[in-house]
């Protein structure tokens, strides 16, 4: 199976809170999962990826959190602000081929 | 910094009729894609392309759909008889390699109305 199931659909976060987005996978051989996020009218733009091989990548207020054995991965954003809101796609890469498996969306709105 | 640039931005047709999407994408990139996303709906992969040929395609890619980089530098997308369900956001995008740690650089998309 290909898919790549995203949760929740839409996030209402205050400024300063914690958002997390959640994504799960079915297919074992993917083997690279970026996040991407995505301005109106805007294309998405890679925020930060992870390899299966470590459990936690951290860049800045952006941190993944990927649990192998669950097939599961997380985005946090700590201490969110208004301009984080957009709309975040998790992905997945490798299962054969160069193809990204985009999930399908969350819309995030950090609120003042 | 370099970016995947894409036109037009709003492209509306009749059904029917034949579209090309164009992309220029980053120039010492050699993997190109096209993506489409139909408004609300998740990013959906079209086609990958390489060294001048299709590498992988889905089944959404079907006989209507063609890409071609006709002169090195452009990457571009035709629809022979667009249909209205091929009404959406289309993203070209781009990457150096191939694989894992690859980043696909998208541009900001056209959206095409078939009427």
């Known amino acids: 199976q290909q898919q790549v199931k995203q949760s929740p659909q839409s996030l209402i976060v205050q400024k300063g809170g914690i958002s997390i987005i959640n994504c799960a996978y079915e297919?074992?051989?993917?083997?690279?999962f970026p996040w991407y996020q995505q301005f109106p009218g805007k294309g998405p733009a890679l925020l930060i990826a992870?390899?299966?091989?470590?459990s936690e990548k951290k860049e800045g207020r952006f941190t993944i959190s990927f649990n192998k054995s669950a097939k599961q991965f997380s985005l946090h954003i700590m201490d969110s602000q208004p301009g984080d809101s957009a709309t975040y796609f998790c992905?997945?890469?490798?299962?054969?081929?160069?193809?990204?498996?985009f999930g399908t969306g969350t819309q995030l709105k950090v609120e003042l | 910094e370099p970016e995947v640039t894409q036109t037009p931005s709003h492209q509306v047709t009749q059904m029917g009729q034949e579209v090309i999407l164009r992309c220029v994408p980053i120039?010492?990139?050699?993997?190109f894609y096209w993506y489409r996303q139909i408004l609300g709906q998740k990013v959906e992969f079209l086609v990958s392309?390489?060294?001048?040929?299709?590498?992988?395609k889905s089944e959404i890619f079907d006989d209507q759909f063609s890409v071609e980089r006709p002169d090195g530098s452009n990457f571009t997308l035709k629809i022979r008889s667009t249909k209205l369900e091929d009404s959406a956001m289309y993203f070209c995008?781009?990457?150096?390699?191939?694989?894992?740690?690859?980043?696909?650089?998208f541009g900001q998309g056209t959206r095409l109305t078939v009427v």
């Open positions: 392309f390489y060294n001048n040929e299709i590498s992988e």
């Open positions: 992905a997945a890469l490798g299962g054969g081929g160069n193809k990204l498996t």
């Open positions: 297919n074992t051989a993917f083997d690279y």
């Open positions: 992870i390899r299966p091989d470590v």
């Open positions: 120039s010492n990139h050699l993997y």
């Open positions: 995008a781009s990457s150096a390699q191939q694989g894992a740690n690859t980043e696909a650089f």
